[in-house]
């Protein structure tokens, strides 16, 4: 977990973005075009404890209903794309997109997100 002033450091770089800030992780968004919502960074204390989902659920209740909710990820965040993929994001791969790396964007409706956040 990044202390405070790292989170604020990771922030200043994201001008108009929402934080949702908890005491047991934070999640980052902003509104897209197509009125979609781009999931920027999300941080958890201890993973497997429904932390995540708890986070997606209060974003989703911050948000008004939009087309998607979409996210970009390292392909070597399996940990990640396990927990987007069991909220039912469906993932593909984006090559360059990461200077050193492929990257994965996930997408998933958001009425589907809220179904799989209240379950």
């Not at 589907?112 to 956040?117: A, F, I, S």
């Amino acid at each position: 977990m990044r202390k405070i002033k790292e989170i604020q450091e990771r922030l200043s770089q994201y001008a108009g973005a929402y934080c949702l800030h908890k005491r047991f992780g934070y999640i980052v968004w902003q509104v897209s075009t197509g009125e979609n919502v781009e999931i920027l960074f999300i941080s958890v204390i201890a993973p497997r404890k429904g932390y995540g989902k708890r986070l997606l659920k209060e974003m989703c209740e911050e948000i008004r209903p939009f087309n998607s909710v979409f996210v970009f990820r390292r392909k070597c965040n399996e940990q990640a794309g396990k927990f987007y993929r069991a909220m039912g994001f469906k993932e593909m791969v984006v090559k360059g997109l990461y200077k050193d790396e492929d990257a994965v964007l996930g997408v998933v409706n958001y009425d589907e997100l809220v179904k799989r956040c209240n379950q």
